[in-house]
């Protein structure tokens, strides 16, 4: 009844709630595909913030960059919603997850992993990554009139990337796709982004009960990933332990050497060197936070550089921009590796990436859970409520983009960028609790995106993307385009 009453005083309306299950079936239990579409038009009908009803639960979505100005710079509001609750099985209360003190703590000690002088040491494994993927193209690029789906191509390769980079372990998921390791994070990924759309799988006590088969399959592929990265853990902390004490931090220039072989630096490296209040961080509290790169890590950076793929080939003269900027800025050899400092330089490259995620969101809908009523910008959110904020109404929103619908990477040039107001364009969301792997985000998508172009001509054949609502976007008909091998670059 009070929170009733509070969204009859916030002015905050709904609509028609089915018995028992709300609007839930409505928005969530019908497919992926039209979820999207659903929730976009009942933002048009009842403004840009509205609620619905799941059984008992109150559900808040608001797409309004005003209200998501003042929550998103909070830092207090930083209690994620039930959403996530499908993923703490197997990323326990690592950053994406955690809350109150436990996440600030982490968020400090996380933060230096992205520190540029480590990114600028990825680069190297971004580009040998992608020359696998070319190498693996190139041989289903013989008809350029048969179109290809990219999006399992660019999955492979963002797994090897993060689990070198993240774990220092090489996976070979490219080489090896459906062993170990890499096909159990195929299969758990793929079961969370199901249950999302299943309100009867939502919780874990329903979803064992409504699906114990796949419940017991998600379970053993868990406790099989977690193995995998409890052994990595105890591994590197022997090699570590020989040649440094956990307390002293890493030299600018420090590699570490694992059984006499050379090694990147990796992000575990800095969380193994980590210490709160004087202690090491456990190999717990180490897996969890490793578990949430390799989960947020690849699955993330595959939508980006999926769809951006597919617009591009959608768009044969932004297509040749790119391909000029490369030239420009790398040189004509499609075989150099790029330094750092090239990929940042890659402004235009830049410019798609960001109009791309735009209007393909990776992460499309991010939450918070408010134990208290609170006040947003003059609007009262009732307490114990689910509060949702879907990236992909935001990023269209026609009173903050001209021709919201249109691809025009020029919208984010510096001359017009300015005009953008940041809330309503967040993709990385914005804040305290933004993405912390945001600047490793865009170097890879530009070092992976700029390579296949440097190979390939991408040509606009094979069906159309169907975008489908799940923690990170998707396309049910895949991200298909033609390739056709350059001869020469240029
Ligand atoms: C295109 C790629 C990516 C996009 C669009 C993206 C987007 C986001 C968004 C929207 C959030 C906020 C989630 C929320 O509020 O619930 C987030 C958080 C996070 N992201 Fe990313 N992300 C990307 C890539 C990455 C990468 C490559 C990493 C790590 C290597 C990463 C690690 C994280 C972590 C650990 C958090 C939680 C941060 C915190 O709560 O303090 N992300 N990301």
């Known amino acids: 009844k009070h929170r009733n009453e509070v969204l009859a005083r916030s002015k905050i309306t709904g609509g028609v709630n089915l018995p028992l299950v709300g609007r839930a079936l409505h928005m969530i239990g019908a497919t992926s595909e039209n979820s999207i579409d659903r929730i976009r038009q009942f933002s048009r009908e009842n403004g840009k913030i509205f609620y619905t009803w799941i059984l008992h639960e109150l559900a808040i ?5 005003k209200i998501l100005d003042t929550l998103l710079s909070s830092p207090v509001n930083i209690t994620k919603n039930n959403v996530y609750d499908m993923l703490s099985l197997w990323l326990g209360d690592g950053l994406l997850m955690s809350t109150g003190k436990k996440w600030h703590t ?9 520190h540029f002088k480590i990114l600028e040491e990825f680069v190297e494994i971004f580009d040998r990554q992608t020359n696998v993927m070319v190498e693996k193209l190139r041989e289903k690029a013989r008809d350029p009139n048969t179109p290809l789906d990219m999006f399992p191509f660019v999955c492979l390769t963002a797994l090897d990337i993060i689990a070198e980079t993240a774990m ?27 249950r999302l759309r299943k309100p009867l799988w939502r919780t874990d006590s329903l979803f064992k009960v ?5 419940y017991r399959r998600m379970m053993k592929h868990i406790n099989e990933m977690q193995s995998f990265t409890k052994n990595v853990i105890e591994k590197r902390r022997e090699a570590l332990e020989d040649i440094i004490s956990v307390d002293q931090p890493p030299s600018d220039e420090e590699e570490t050497f694992t059984k006499g072989s050379k090694q990147h630096m990796a992000l575990l490296d800095i969380l193994l060197r980590a210490t709160v209040e004087g202690r090491p961080l456990s190999n717990e509290d ?11 890590g690849h699955d993330t950076t595959t939508s980006g550089t999926s769809f951006a793929l597919y617009l591009i080939s959608r768009h044969p003269e932004v297509q040749s ?9 790398i040189g004509t050899d499609a075989n150099t590796a790029p330094t750092y400092r090239q990929l940042q330089d890659l402004r235009y490259m830049e410019c798609v990436i960001k109009e791309s995620m735009r209007l393909y969101p990776p992460v499309p809908i991010i939450g918070r859970y408010f134990a208290e009523d609170t006040d947003l910008n003059g609007v009262v959110i009732p307490g114990n409520c689910h509060f ?4 992909f109404v935001v990023l269209r929103d026609p009173d903050y983009f001209q021709d919201a619908n249109e691809f025009r990477p020029e919208r984010f040039f510096a001359e017009n960028a300015e005009d953008i107001y940041p809330f309503a364009y967040t993709p990385f969301s ?11 985000a865009m170097l890879e998508m530009k070092s992976v995106i700029s390579k296949i172009l440097r190979h390939f001509e991408l040509l606009p054949i094979g069906p159309d993307v169907i975008p489908s609502l799940s923690l990170i976007l998707r396309s049910t008909t895949g991200t298909q385009m033609g390739l056709r091998a350059r001869n020469a670059f240029q």
């Not at 979505?61 to 960059?65: K, L, Q, T």
């Not at 921009?321 to 800025?329: F, G, H, M, P």
């Open 168 to 194: 220092g372990v090489q996976v070979d998921a490219q080489l090896n796709p459906d062993i170990g390791y890499v096909n159990s994070v195929k299969i758990v990924t793929k079961i969370i982004s199901d």
């Open 286 to 296: 180490i897996r969890e936070e490793v578990e949430t790169f390799m989960f947020e």
């Open 61 to 65: 979505f608001c797409a309004d960059p």
């Open 106 to 114: 982490r968020r400090k000690i996380i933060t230096p992993s992205f």
């Open 321 to 329: 921009k790119l391909l000029e900027e490369i030239a420009d800025v």
């Open 210 to 214: 409504f699906a114990p088969s796949i």
């Open 430 to 440: 914005a804040g305290p609790r933004n993405c912390i792997g945001q600047k490793y």
């Open 388 to 391: 949702n904020i879907p990236l």
